[in-house]
């Protein structure tokens, strides 16, 4: 299990929130857990909507909204139904399945922060995934193969 998923399940259990369906982890957490940057201080979930119906009543006081997307503040956690007014079940696609929790899958991650970039951390997270997709998915028998007839000058 990676650290990320360690630390929010840890963090989960102090409360205890608990869920219907597996939260998704998003935001700086995600970032993390793809090894890309330390994550801020606070952890940030998307839930479905039962789960949302559910901590509605048990935290009627911790309600948040953020232009429609509606969510909670409950100690170091921001969770969401949606974000840009997309729910649960968008972020669930490839989401990877960590236990008791779920890590949003990387592309969802890369749409989220394309959203945002207008915010300057999130222009600066979209060079870090930028990093991220040519260290991960680049083919190194081409980069081989172009550095080698680079030196050679054959082009």
Sequence with gaps: MN????DVNERLNEIPLS????PIIIG???MEYYGMRKAGRDIDLIISQDDYHVLSEKYPDNKKDLYGDLGF????FEIWRSIALIDYDF???DAIDEGNVLIVSIDRLLWMRVCAME?????????????YYYTNYRNQNYLQEYSVR???GKL
């Design 19 to 22: 869920f219907i369906n597996k």
């Design 91 to 93: 972020f669930l696609k």
């Design 73 to 76: 503040l409950i100690n170091k």
């Design 150 to 152: 680079n030196l050679s």
């Design 28 to 30: 700086g957490m995600a």
């Design 3 to 6: 650290q990320v998923t360690i």
């Design 119 to 131: 915010v300057e951390k999130y222009k600066k997270d979209l060079y870090l995934m930028k990093e």
